[in-house]
């Protein structure tokens, strides 16, 4: 029935349609407001181009596969990227609005925060809560099926993010709208210390990587996240309601998994054949502990300029 009511009322002038489009995406079960979700192809590409991060890869592709084929959520996804920098955290975060919207990551659909952009004045949280309640549930009327993006959560003044807590628990409510359909990616480098410490344990131990597990790192990350007195998590009310779904950890990088980084992105320069670019710069990067040199201090993230270095 709303289906037919939406064909109908497109026979009106553009001004009404466009209002009666936004009323129908917010409300029905088939959100149109540039909502394409592609599991199988979100699931190839965290495969494919996530290096050395398993946990990772089966927690986004299962918890994503779970909630949208959930046609009524009791909650939002709600997902906290964990670990060193250079490991995927914010790649995989756009390769969930890529597979999610028709226009990727440019739909006006997905949103981003950056802490020292959006929030710079740790003396006007009071104020940033308001703003960022208002926005958030502003474009949650605009369309249930959006996501936000809060990157740089270790520099977020402690106490805005909490704002947010009616919205990721299963009893509010916003007027015209599901907002148990949004989803919610944090990224942060709180916690990376847990992380790397249990990854160097499994590796000094002749262990293979993929034998770490989820129940290795979630409570303990969601411990040292909460206790951070620099993190944007410090002392939540999201992370002591447990509202956050998963707390995603990504493991630090091996040189094999950095010279991985390197090939990829000399394919993508149609370079695929510089074994010796690809050699070059693995062997350039600083690997710690400095006894065994096991991980990547950066993982990619210096990957691009390296290269360019020695093309």
Not at 133 to 139: E, R, S, T
Not at 200 to 228: P, S, T
Not at 253 to 267: A, F, I, N, T
């Amino acid at each position: 029935m709303l289906a037919r009511l939406f064909v109908l009322f497109s026979f009106f002038c553009n001004p009404v349609c466009c209002v009666f489009q936004k009323l129908y995406c917010t409300i029905s079960d088939s959100c149109d407001c540039d909502f394409k979700p592609n599991i199988r192809d979100l699931e190839w590409d965290l495969y494919k181009n996530v290096y050395g991060q398993h946990l990772a890869q089966d927690i986004v592709s299962e918890e994503v596969a779970r909630f949208l084929h959930n046609k009524s959520p009791s909650r939002p996804l709600v997902l906290s990227f964990h670990g060193s920098s250079g490991t995927g955290k914010t790649l995989v975060s756009s390769m969930l609005g890529n597979h999610l919207y028709g226009s990727a990551m440019s739909s006006p659909y997905v949103h981003q925060f950056v802490p020292t952009l959006h929030f710079p004045l740790p003396h006007r949280v009071k104020q940033y809560r308001e703003e960022l309640k208002d926005w958030v549930q502003g474009n949650l009327t605009e369309c249930a099926r959006s996501v936000f993006i809060f990157d740089e959560m270790e520099k977020m003044p402690p106490g805005l993010i909490d704002v947010l807590e009616p919205l990721l628990g299963p009893s509010h409510v916003v007027f015209r709208t599901n907002y148990r359909k949004a989803i919610y990616v944090f990224i942060s480098t709180a916690g990376e210390e847990v992380i790397n410490k249990v990854a160097l344990e499994n590796r000094q131990a002749g262990r293979e990587r993929e034998e770490i597990k989820l129940d290795d790192l979630q409570e303990a990350i969601a411990q040292a996240v909460y206790n951070n007195n620099t993190s944007g998590l410090f002392q939540s009310n999201i992370i002591q309601q447990k509202l956050i779904t998963r707390f995603v950890p990504f493991l630090p990088l091996s040189r094999y998994h950095v010279e991985r980084c390197v090939h990829s992105q000399l394919c993508q320069r149609g370079s695929c054949s510089r074994n010796d670019v690809v050699e070059a710069v693995g062997g350039d990067m600083i690997y710690t502990p400095s006894k065994g040199k096991y991980f990547s201090s950066t993982g990619c993230k210096t990957v691009p300029a390296k290269i360019n270095f020695f093309l």
